[in-house]
């Protein structure tokens, strides 16, 4: 025994030291310990100090080696997966619980309020268990593992209810901390409300793991210490896209809501490559070089490790990183797109057969919201590569998916400026800093003429919307409706066509109505933002789905690559205005702005769908509304990018917009 000096002042602690030790300890346990103990029958304490460069590692020092073996592991554990109050996928679908023994046989038992009292036989292999549980619905279980041997593990307040994994990157990873709703959350929970959630969280570059636990204890409990700096509660740690989705889904489903649990992967800065295989990644053309971007390592670490567990489905916000990648096309198995889609077909495969989660799944994905560029051009062709080319979940090739567009939810603050200037670190570092608005303000949230939020910092610039409420009631929407089958549409107006009048005054843009579940369409005031998002190509030969930053064109959607030369953003394309037509189902065009030329037209396009993207620099505040929605569902219509072709809408395909 070693004892250690308290710097508080209190008494001395005591604990057991093994290697490496300094020589000093060695001495002092060898010469003077064993008359020490012969002398008085007692074990001998000693106080060891001095310099660090008298530690030496004791196998230099003791005999054969001398360091104590390490402590057996246990006999039989739970995978780390499990913890108590974990959540287990609920009925109709089984569920299993695994992990790992050292006896060739397992059998595990359940018991509880609410919960089928059973015993059921693991099957045992390569020092792994699993075993299939029936199904149930909420519950508060005691799960027992015992071996042949007599060791056992056990979980206890095990619920059943609907699972859901998020994975992606940094916007589904950014912590609730940086979210301006998480104070009245907390508050909501606190008084009781969404007791229903479940949270667990594996350690990511932007968040430290924690084993599941209820959002009550989430709320109440603070980690400390971890990772150096860290003192906030469990909740304000956790992934925002994720909880706000969970929170959302529960005030859809309302009484109908089952226990949800949240189990968060997300890792900031990965590329969709790292969450595939090298098979999968090499099927796609054009997909970005699987070793030089490290492919396959979330998938090894963050995937695989979950893929025995029964799901109800996943949640995934991941792009930004893939923006100077090539954005491709589903048909023809380039880029994105295509890796995209194999993603939604990979996992469920995979989850299908390793846990008996339904090969046909809900998955949902989040748009990229208007910052979310990472300095690439063309973000509306990121997100149709994101819809695996289609424009619209569920389509074809990614059924029984759903989203939530975020291309009108950026960060209230439309500039970057005070976060390059380095004002959020040094607010005295440039004059610009104290300028306007102020960037105490920008950088670190606070009361100001159009928003009351609490202390909000921002997290690495407006690249990260703090907004993240908003977009989970979207992300909870379309999952209610189409997952849960709760009435409302599911996602927002969607193009079916366009017609260019015979004076080429106008241009009726149509929607598909029935994805419009009784809702109708609203045009909002978009004179904020000084632009309805709809704009057209005025410059023929210039229709171009991907650009080298703009120049050039890499990409024409239609198969054609390096096929129109030069572009040019500010002259190729011209913003009009819009407003509803005497079809309420349609958008009319006004192409005053453009002299009457038109041969294509797209909207939420570059720049990303929302009044941040083109205001002018000393207007520090925008909301975020799509011009184009919902009214009842307040959904926003679905970007689309088309040429006009004698006097109609081409989408690129495989989506269609002829009608």
């Given amino acids: 025994?070693?004892?250690?000096?308290?710097?508080?002042?209190?008494?001395?602690?005591?604990?057991?030291?093994?290697?490496?030790?300094?020589?000093?300890?060695?001495v002092?346990?060898?010469?003077?310990?064993?008359?020490?103990?012969?002398?008085?029958?007692?074990?001998?304490?000693?106080?060891?100090?001095?310099?660090?460069?008298?530690g030496v590692d004791c196998e230099e020092m003791l005999h054969d080696g001398g360091a104590p073996p390490p402590p057996p592991p246990p006999a039989i554990t739970f995978d780390p997966a499990f913890d108590d109050f974990a959540v287990l996928q609920q009925t109709p679908s089984d569920a299993f619980v695994f992990g790992a023994t050292t006896s060739p046989s397992v059998t595990v038992t359940v018991s509880g309020t609410g919960c089928p009292a059973l015993t059921v036989p693991a099957v045992v292999f390569n020092s792994t268990w699993k075993a299939r549980v029936p199904g149930a619905k909420g519950g508060d279980c005691y799960f027992l593992a015992t071996d042949g041997l007599g060791n056992s593990s056990n979980l206890t307040h095990v619920t059943y209810g609907d699972v859901w994994y998020c994975g992606g990157q940094s916007n589904m990873a950014l912590p609730m901390s940086h979210t301006f709703s998480r104070n009245?959350?907390?508050a909501a929970v606190l008084s009781g409300k969404y007791a229903n959630i479940r949270l667990k969280q594996i350690s990511t570059n932007m968040n430290p793991a924690f084993p599941w636990m209820t959002l009550h204890d989430a709320v109440a409990n603070r980690l400390v210490g971890e990772h150096g700096k860290i003192n906030d509660t469990y909740l304000n740690l956790f992934s925002a896209t994720c909880y706000y989705f969970g929170e959302s889904l529960t005030e859809e489903l309302g009484s109908d809501a089952p226990p949800i649990g949240l189990i968060h992967t997300a890792y900031g800065g990965s590329m969709i490559e790292q969450w595939l295989t090298e098979t999968t990644v090499m099927s796609c053309k054009n997909a970005s070089n699987y070793?030089?971007?490290?492919?396959?390592?979330w998938w090894q670490t963050r995937v695989l490790p979950f893929s025995q567990m029964t799901l109800k489905g996943w949640a995934w916000y991941q792009g930004e990183n893939n923006m100077h990648a090539m954005f491709g096309n589903s048909q023809l198995g380039t880029g994105y797109a295509c890796l995209m889609a194999?993603?939604?077909?990979?996992?469920?495969?995979?989850?299908?057969?390793?846990?008996?989660?339904?090969?046909?799944?809900p998955f949902g994905l989040v748009t990229l919201a208007a910052s979310g560029g990472e300095g690439g051009s063309d973000i509306g062709s990121m997100r149709l590569a994101q819809t695996a080319s289609y424009g619209v979940l569920p389509n074809p090739i990614m059924p029984n998916t759903f989203f939530a567009q975020a291309g009108d939810l950026d960060d209230p603050v439309g500039t970057l400026n005070c976060y390059h200037d380095g004002c959020c670190t040094n607010m005295s570092k440039s004059p610009s800093c104290t300028e306007g608005i102020g960037c105490a303000v920008i950088c670190k949230g606070g009361s100001t003429p159009d928003y009351s939020w609490e202390d909000t910092p921002v997290y690495m610039g407006p690249i990260h919307p703090r907004g993240k409420k908003v977009l989970g009631v979207r992300f909870a929407r379309a999952a209610a409706a189409s997952v849960y089958g709760k009435p409302g549409a599911a996602t927002g107006p969607t193009i079916t066509g366009c017609a260019l009048s015979a004076d080429k005054k106008t241009i009726i843009i149509k929607f598909n109505t029935s994805l419009f579940a009784g809702d109708s369409l609203e045009v909002n005031d978009y004179s904020k933002g000084n632009t309805s998002q709809m704009s057209v190509l005025v410059n023929e030969g210039k229709f171009c789905f991907q650009s080298a930053s703009g120049k050039y064109c890499l990409d024409d959607g239609f198969g054609n690559f390096n096929s129109t030369g030069p572009v040019n953003e500010a002259t190729d394309w011209a913003h009009v205005d819009i407003k509803l037509g005497s079809d309420p189902s349609t958008v009319e065009v006004d192409l005053t702005r453009a002299n009457g030329t038109a041969f294509g037209v797209r909207f939420g396009w570059q720049g990303g769908g929302d009044c941040c993207a083109d205001e002018s620099p000393g207007n520090w505040f925008c909301e975020s509304r799509s011009p184009v929605m919902l009214k009842a569902a307040q959904l926003p219509a679905n970007p689309f990018m088309a040429k006009i072709v004698d006097g109609k809408c081409k989408c690129m395909p495989p989506q269609q917009c002829d009608e």
């Fill in 1 to 26: 025994k070693i004892e250690t000096p308290n710097t508080s002042g209190s008494q001395p602690t005591m604990r057991t030291v093994y290697p490496p030790i300094s020589i000093a300890a060695i």
């Fill in 28 to 54: 002092c346990l060898i010469v003077q310990g064993s008359s020490a103990a012969s002398d008085n029958n007692v074990n001998p304490v000693f106080y060891c100090g001095g310099q660090s460069n008298v």
């Fill in 291 to 297: 070793t030089a971007v490290g492919g396959g390592e």
């Fill in 342 to 361: 194999k993603l939604v077909s990979d996992w469920r495969a995979l989850w299908a057969k390793s846990s008996g989660t339904d090969p046909m799944a």
């Fill in 184 to 186: 009245a959350s907390a």
